[in-house]
């Protein structure tokens, strides 16, 4: 953030929220509210809700996650987002066999025992619980299952004005070379992420050794050259956003706006007429600034406006 911008707070949904004057930094739950999770088969109060230290989501970040938008009780990607996580517990060997429709009944009961609004819900399987902490995988283990919801941003307009901006740093990516599986093991991302808002901004652009875009801390990136939208394609190196692939979607569809996913060097980018970074909570996220330079002229831009249109008006067929 700017040393232009200042600091508000108020309450979303019974939850107290600060942002900069366009940029959500925090969000943080005001206690008592929103309170209901769900873990191991029941549904519970926050407080009560424990899990043993011998869980191997606790050990060695052995789980999968993921997080699903609900606005107003629809949400937005529901089988990609579930499809994403048992593509995850396949690579990862984790052996929990629900439906779709057993992962769409905890997500409505998350969201009216919240009361419900706009949320986040946040579902994770880990391998579960051993006896013993050793590497290899543990037979008849049962996997543990935790639910809970967290406040999420009203949904990104399509209007220049209100738009949530971005200002971004850069680093080196330095996370693992799966990166395509969503697992809580997330301390790169998390050190990643923290580079950037501890200086102020709200998100990490993330480049490999040969200064190739890959995508940012916790979202996807894109650059807009000449009217056109290019983003790094899906590879071990970045996780196949939901949002990523639902904005791809509806711009091939609707046909207006060029799309092409190709490697984009750090140089593209810092010579872009516009950059953007997208994930679930947040939607598509317009970046006017990166290490302290503007992105372009340093506004949010026209074609960001027209994708976030056409987003705002087909996410929910997704
Ligand atoms: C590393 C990373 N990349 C991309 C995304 C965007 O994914 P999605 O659009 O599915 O939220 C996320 C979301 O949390 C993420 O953590």
């Given at each position: 953030?700017?040393?232009?911008?200042?600091?508000?707070?108020?309450?979303?949904n019974?939850?107290?929220?600060?942002?900069?004057?366009?940029?959500q930094?925090l969000?943080?739950?005001?206690?008592?509210r929103?309170?209901?999770?769900?873990l191991?088969?029941?549904y519970?109060?926050k407080?009560?809700?424990k899990?043993s230290p011998m869980?191997?989501?606790?050990?060695?970040?052995?789980?999968?996650?993921e997080?699903?938008?609900s606005?107003?009780g629809?949400?937005?990607g529901?089988?990609?987002?579930?499809?994403?996580?048992n593509?995850?517990?396949?690579?990862?060997g984790?052996g929990?066999r629900?439906?779709e429709?057993?992962?769409r009944r905890?997500c409505e009961?998350l969201?009216?025992?919240n009361?419900?609004?706009?949320l986040?819900?946040?579902?994770q399987?880990?391998?579960?619980?051993?006896?013993k902490r050793?590497?290899?995988?543990?037979?008849g283990?049962?996997?543990t299952v935790?639910?809970f919801?967290?406040?999420i941003p009203?949904?990104?307009?399509?209007?220049?004005?209100l738009?949530?901006?971005?200002?971004?740093?850069?680093?080196?990516?330095?996370?693992?070379?799966?990166?395509?599986?969503?697992s809580?093991?997330?301390?790169?991302?998390?050190?990643?992420?923290?580079?950037?808002?501890?200086?102020?901004?709200?998100?990490?652009?993330l480049f490999?050794?040969?200064?190739?875009l890959?995508?940012?801390?916790?979202a996807n990136?894109?650059?807009?050259?000449n009217?056109?939208?290019?983003?790094?394609?899906?590879?071990?190196h970045?996780l196949?956003g939901?949002?990523?692939h639902?904005?791809?979607?509806?711009l091939r569809?609707?046909?207006s706006?060029?799309?092409e996913?190709?490697?984009?060097?750090?140089?593209?980018?810092l010579?872009a007429?516009?950059?953007w970074?997208?994930t679930?909570t947040?939607?598509?996220?317009?970046?006017v600034e990166i290490d302290?330079k503007?992105?372009?002229?340093?506004?949010?831009?026209?074609?960001w406006?027209a994708?976030?249109?056409?987003?705002s008006?087909g996410?929910?067929d997704y």
């Amino acid at each position: 953030m700017g040393g232009d911008d200042m600091s508000i707070c108020r309450f979303v949904n019974g939850l107290l929220v600060s942002w900069g004057a366009r940029e959500q930094r925090l969000v943080t739950q005001v206690p008592g509210r929103m309170n209901t999770v769900f873990l191991n088969g029941a549904y519970q109060p926050k407080e009560e809700a424990k899990i043993s230290p011998m869980d191997r989501g606790f050990l060695f970040g052995d789980s999968i996650y993921e997080v699903i938008p609900s606005y107003e009780g629809s949400m937005v990607g529901f089988a990609l987002h579930i499809g994403r996580m048992n593509a995850g517990m396949a690579a990862t060997g984790i052996g929990l066999r629900w439906s779709e429709d057993d992962w769409r009944r905890l997500c409505e009961e998350l969201v009216s025992k919240n009361g419900g609004g706009n949320l986040g819900i946040y579902l994770q399987v880990s391998r579960g619980e051993d006896t013993k902490r050793y590497h290899a995988f543990p037979d008849g283990v049962e996997p543990t299952v935790f639910g809970f919801v967290i406040a999420i941003p009203e949904p990104q307009v399509a209007d220049k004005k209100l738009a949530k901006i971005g200002r971004v740093a850069t680093a080196q990516d330095y996370r693992w070379n799966r990166c395509d599986i969503k697992s809580t093991s997330l301390l790169g991302n998390v050190m990643l992420f923290q580079h950037g808002y501890g200086n102020g901004m709200s998100e990490t652009l993330l480049f490999d050794t040969n200064d190739e875009l890959t995508e940012a801390s916790a979202a996807n990136a894109y650059i807009v050259s000449n009217g056109k939208v290019i983003t790094p394609p899906l590879s071990p190196h970045i996780l196949a956003g939901v949002t990523r692939h639902i904005l791809l979607s509806i711009l091939r569809e609707d046909g207006s706006i060029a799309v092409e996913e190709r490697a984009v060097t750090r140089e593209e980018v810092l010579q872009a007429d516009e950059v953007w970074i997208s994930t679930s909570t947040k939607e598509i996220v317009p970046v006017v600034e990166i290490d302290g330079k503007a992105v372009g002229d340093g506004e949010v831009g026209d074609v960001w406006l027209a994708a976030q249109a056409l987003y705002s008006s087909g996410k929910f067929d997704y």
